[in-house]
Structures are given as C-alpha cells and as structure tokens.
T-cell receptor, first 110, second 115 residues
Framework: NAGVTQTPKFQVLKTGQSMTLQCAQDMNHNSMYWYRQDPGMGLRLIYYSASEGTTDKGEVPNGYNVSRLNKREFSLRLESAAPSQTSVYFC?????????FGPGTRLTVL | AQSVTQLDSQVPVFEEAPVELRCNYSSSVSVYLFWYVQYPNQGLQLLLKYLSGSTLVKGINGFEAEFNKSQTSFHLRKPSVHISDTAEYFCAVSEVPGTASKLTFGTGTRLQVTL
C-alpha cells in the first residue's frame, strides 16, 4: 500500500496563477483533510471531507476550493495564488481517529 | 472551541537523557488527545493517542503520555532519548462529541538530541 500520496512535491507559482494539488489514498478511508503548515503556527485545517460527496470548511478556507472526486481522491485548488499562500500543504486520510499524512507539497508563491 | 498550547518551542537534550514535552489543552467538553511526530521533510505520523480508559498511554518508539484531566495536560515523556528522536512533535485535540476526527494542533516542539 502506498498510503497517502501527494503531487507535486514542489511548486513555484507567480501571483495570480492557479494550480491544483492532488491527493490520493489507497486505504479505503471515508474522511480526508487538507492542512497548511507554516513556521510557528502548527497545522491549520483548510477543508475536509467526512465522506465521498461532502466537503466542509476548516479554519482557513479563504482562497481555496476542494473537490472530493471519489473515495480515493481529494484535490485542493488555488484559483488565484497569493504570496500569503506560500506554505507546506499536507493531505491526510482518517480511520479510527488516526490521521495518516501524505509527504506534503511545498508551494512558493512569488 | 478547543485549543492546544505547547509552551516549549524547542527542547535541547543530550542522548540517553530523559525528556518531557509539555502540552496543555482547553475545551468545554470531553476530548481525545494525540501526539504526532514529524521527521525532517516528511509528513506527520501518530505517536500515541488517548481516547478513554487508562490515563497512561504508551506509544511507538518508547514514548508515553499521561492524561491529567484536572490539569488539562497531556505531557509526552521518554526515559532515554536517542539521536533518531530528533524531530518536531505536535500535540493535538479533538472534541467529543463532534466531528471526532477534526483535530486542533499545537504549534509544535522541536526536540534536538545531541551527543
């Protein structure tokens, strides 16, 4: 099992560009989450999906959209990137109160 | 809403010494508590969790934590650390009931183990 995979690993964008971060899990979990990690701030929840077909806002949803494409995949889209969105993004899937994290995407917005 | 405080942003310690990483939480309802570890350039992985039952929880790599409801704490301990324990450690809480998987993380404690 690959667990949780994320693509790309690194990305550099210019202000105003758009991109989609991809996340997939092969553990048949219902719930999936997107976080951002910034120095000194821990992880903050952007969006989550409790089950296929549902999505909800987390603590910091502004500037992001998500799609739960199917049970395996949960994508995060930046429509118009801003320097404040420079961060490391983690996807996680959840089972029995344990979150399984992907390796992260390091995004820089210039 | 719940919150988590990790007062120590960095903890330096010598190899084979004991260590305690402190975590305090705030919540008006019952909670589940977690410790996650993040090695450099990796995602987080679960060290241990408290859901119910015994307040002393044992996790992977020789770590343990004790839930203290009266002090609203969930400190992480290891009696003898190794160089390979160098990592960032995050305490997290979720409220019960609610979306039990929805976590609030602390800001992290960087454990630096040296010879």
């Amino acid at each position: 099992n690959a667990g949780v995979t994320q693509t790309p690993k690194f990305q550099v964008l210019k202000t105003g560009q758009s991109m989609t971060l991809q996340c997939a899990q092969d553990m048949n979990h219902n719930s999936m989450y997107w976080y951002r990690q910034d120095p000194g701030m821990g992880l903050r929840l952007i969006y989550y999906s409790a089950s296929e077909g549902t999505t909800d806002k987390g603590e910091v949803p502004n500037g992001y959209n998500v799609s739960r494409l199917n049970k395996r995949e949960f994508s995060l889209r930046l429509e118009s990137a801003a320097p404040s969105q420079t961060s490391v993004y983690f996807c996680a899937s959840v089972s029995l109160y344990t979150q399984y994290f992907g390796p992260g995407t390091r995004l820089t917005v210039l | 809403a719940q919150s988590v405080t990790q007062l120590d942003s960095q903890v330096p310690v010598f190899e084979e010494a004991p260590v305690e990483l402190r975590c305090n939480y705030s919540s008006s309802v019952s909670v589940y508590l977690f410790w996650y570890v993040q090695y450099p350039n990796q995602g987080l992985q679960l060290l241990l969790k408290y859901l119910s039952g015994s307040t002393l929880v044992k996790g992977i790599n020789g770590f343990e934590a004790e839930f203290n409801k009266s002090q609203t704490s969930f400190h992480l301990r290891k009696p003898s650390v190794h160089i390979s324990d160098t990592a960032e450690y995050f305490c997290a809480v979720s409220e019960v009931p609610g979306t039990a998987s929805k976590l609030t993380f602390g800001t992290g404690t960087r454990l630096q183990v040296t010879l």
